[in-house]
């Protein structure tokens, strides 16, 4: 433990794998950076503890003896750490401790950080994991993070997400505080590939925070990296054509509810701002997830696009012509943003238009998450459901709005019905 001096810096000159049990700050600063000249990784690992030999009947009945007696990293009291071009493996066997832990009124700055699954540090060895992670890179209890440029690689995660944050009024904070009085900021940041396996409802795959402040500027959220790819080659959206068969949805793809519960971010209390060109991308579980929150995007560049039910995605046109545009269906089902009670939108209403492909649908879904129940105890209840503000505000339907180009009828053959022809966009069958 490093405390009461002034301050420590730790530079590399070259590559090298560090083990080490913690590092923990409390009331110093601390910087470790890897010079500039430097080509190899420098990677920073948690070293296990070892298990005394009276936990060995528990474990093997099974229970979780966990082989980490710390985070890698923590921070705590008035301390604050800087690092930079480090990248950090996730711990190899399963643990209850998060990577980094940031409390109190804790600082803690990353820039150009990697952080990466276990499993693709040690491929290629003969002993591998083969349970997914069980915490988060990344617990957030108060404090001010800031992350600059840093790369979250694809990983599984089981009962837990990325990120975390716990800033909860009475239990973590000091007397007085807000719930946004902490915060979380994430500039130039990339989450692809953050998978739930769990698949929880109301729980976030990349971040899941309750409480606190968190900003996400200029960062990239996106699931699936080969259709990123696809897409940001070859769709030109400008030039796209849409002919009578693309318009018209065909009967496989009808469902029978347009609702979700999962999502990439979840915001329960506190508040969420994206600004300068955030981008949630190819998020198939739903980009977003709100109860008691608010949700304020400043610029009309941030973009949430092609956020679809993997099972719909048979509509996705790859012509073989590498020059002409892929085209993505316009009357596929999205899975924007999930809003529950007490939450609140503000944000112009370009941010949805998929670059005009969605027109008027937002493809935001008004929850009863948080709505009051009679007969049923609830910790958590609030009075009023998702409301849209600034360019949202007179939108006359918040998940999607049909457009009907044309209407016909006949006489059905057996002279007994009509047959009803309609023609349009975005005629999406829901809440049958």
Known sequence: MIQYDPGYYIQFQKGITAEETTLNVRYNKLSIFKDDSVQEEVI??????????????????????????????????????????????HFYEKSLHSLIQVKDEAIFNGI????????EQLS?????????????????????????????????????????????????SKEGAKSDDYNLTLIGCQMIGMNRIDEAENIGAAIDAIGMKITLESCIFDMNTQQSNMMKNKINQQEQKRNEDEQQQPEEHLIPTCGWNTAYIRQNTGSLILSKGTQLTNLNRGAISMLGSTLTIT??????????????????????????????????????????????????????SENGLQEDSLWILKTYEGKKIDGQQQDIVYESECQLAGGLQNVKSPLFIPHIDEASGIISKDKLGIDIQIIGRHLVRCGV
């Open 44 to 89: 920073f690992r948690a070293k296990e503890t070892q298990i005394s030999s009276y936990y060995a009947p528990f474990k093997e009945n099974g229970a979780l003896i966990d082989p980490y007696s710390s985070p890698l990293i923590a921070v705590e009291q008035s301390g604050e750490i800087s690092m930079k071009s480090i990248v950090l493996l």
């Open 299 to 352: 610029d009309a560049d941030v973009q949430f696009l092609n956020n679809i039910d993997n099972d719909l995605l048979q509509s996705f046109n790859n012509n073989e012509d590498e020059d002409q545009p892929v085209v993505m269906k316009p009357t596929l089902l999205r899975r924007n943003i999930a809003c529950g009670y007490g939450s609140k939108i503000t944000s112009p209403i370009e941010s949805f």
């Open 112 to 119: 150009q950080l990697i952080f990466r699954p276990i499993e």
């Open 124 to 172: 290629g060895m003969s002993t591998l994991p083969t349970t997914e992670q069980t915490s988060p890179y990344l617990l957030c209890l108060g404090g001010f993070t800031i992350l600059e440029s840093c790369q979250f690689l694809p990983t599984n995660f089981e009962n837990s997400a990325a990120i975390r944050t716990m800033h909860e009024i009475g239990i973590n």
